[in-house]
């Protein structure tokens, strides 16, 4: 297949395209500057220059793609979420606009961003949440685009996707404990995120590439439903040495600033239908072991 992919030089991209261009798939990558050529290069990927906001690039990176895969984000400055939420909107529907009928658009979205029930953990046929309080909508922008164009489309929802580098949400915690010389969570830190290593999570999205159906489908990259806060929190404090405290809900605005809303949030998800869909069965190291091992 002849896959376009952004995000091709980021944490989750660069393990998707070694797995795509080892399965035999040609993959052109979106980068944004000289070093992600060369990057994308040695990797064995054609590298496509452009970036989200420039509209017209990703409309020639997909065009007479047989797939499009969308992994990027601006984490750049989360102070601007509101604003890359909406540049990633119409990224998507750009990316969509230059598909041919039944190809595959393939966006990504979070277990986080789905609306479940209180207290029940997150399935695939939840629907994404439609509130100002997170004014992230990809699923709603890919949804739109390919009911107009007839397209395939894939929906990944991601945990905290995690190795000894990074942890999804987790280095936003790991920072604010820096700064504020503790870490923290609420009240009894009984609420949970979802999670899944970095590998599991690359190999997912290539069965997804090769395997969707007609039609829309939601898949979740989970692999373990939920992990407290309350243990992330203690691992955290071990690693940087800092006392490990709890919070009362009026100190979260305090503490974690733009977090707040995913840190007071129980976000537990599962991949049940995913694996048994898909054949996916993640073997990777868990979420606390791979915070306990990284260098703090």
Known sequence: MRIFVTGATGFIGTELVKELIAAGHQVRGL??????????????????????????????????MDAVVNLAFNHDDMSQFAQSGQDEFQAIQALGSVLE??????????????????GRVCTESDPPVDSPALPRRPEKAAREI????????????????????????????????????????????????????????????????????????????????GVP??????????????????????????????LTHFATTDMPASSEWTRKTLG????GPGLIEDLSNMKY
Do not use: C, M
Not at 101 to 118: F, I, N, Q, R
Not at 156 to 164: A, E, G
Not at 235 to 253: D, H, Q, R, Y
Not at 280 to 283: L, S, V, Y
């Open 101 to 118: 009928p039944d190809k595959l658009l393939l966006v990504t979205s979070g277990t986080g961003l789905a609306s479940a029930v209180l």
């Open 146 to 225: 390919a009911a107009e164009r007839g397209l395939r489309l894939a929906i990944v929802r991601l945990p905290q996707v995690h190795d000894t580098r990074k942890q999804g949400l987790v280095p936003y915690l790991t920072q604010a404990a820096r700064q504020k010389g503790i870490s923290a969570y609420l009240g009894d830190g009984q609420n949970r995120w979802a999670a899944a290593p970095l590998p599991d999570v690359a190999h997912l999205y290539r069965l997804v590439v090769e395997n969707a159906p007609e039609g829309v489908t939601v898949y979740h990259a989970v692999q373990e439903e």
């Open 280 to 283: 996916w069965n993640p073997t």
């Open 31 to 64: 980068t944004r500057s000289d070093a992600g050529v060369d990057q994308l290069k040695a990797l064995g990927v054609e590298p496509h220059p452009g970036n989200l906001t420039d509209l017209d690039s990703l409309r020639s990176g997909a065009a007479g």
């Open 229 to 258: 806060l309350r243990e992330i929190a203690e691992t955290i404090g071990k690693g940087l040495n800092v006392p490990v405290v709890s919070l009362p809900p009026e100190k979260a605005g305090e503490h974690f600033g733009w």
